[in-house]
């Protein structure tokens, strides 16, 4: 199995910065993409940003300039660097990454997208 495991949420002021990470750990052979995305209650997740295994970066527009994604193909680590934080980024922030396993005694490989458990941002003065 996999698990992916998050840290790094907490509470900030505006205008401040934060640090999010996120390990995938277990039954890895290949992580494809690697992503951040954010939930605020009674609305859909939406994609923050995503960074491809080439390292090809995207970000919806409302944190372009603010935030950078980084990922440590290595250490299987996806990063998200938030700064000049607003209210409007208060949610929860879940890391995704969608990763390719063996399947054991076998040949064959299956893939999957698999999510954390969600780490709280909380942007207020």
């Known amino acids: 199995q996999v698990q992916l495991v998050e840290s790094g949420g907490d509470l900030v002021q505006p205008g401040g910065s934060l640090s999010l990470s996120c390990t995938a750990s277990g039954n890895i052979y290949i992580i494809n993409d690697m992503a951040w995305y954010r939930q605020i209650p009674g609305k859909q997740r939406e994609l923050v940003a995503k960074v491809s295994m080439n390292g090809n970066t995207n970000y919806i527009e409302s944190v372009k300039g603010r935030f950078t994604i980084s990922r440590d193909s290595a250490e299987n680590t996806v990063s998200l660097q938030m700064n000049s934080l607003t209210p409007e980024d208060t949610a929860v922030y879940y890391c995704?990454?969608?990763?390719?396993?063996?399947?054991?005694?076998?040949?064959?490989?299956?893939?999957?997208?698999?999510w954390g458990q969600g780490t709280q941002v909380t942007v207020s003065s």
């Open positions: 995704n990454a969608d990763i390719i396993s063996l399947v054991a005694h076998t040949a064959e490989v299956y893939r999957h997208s698999y």
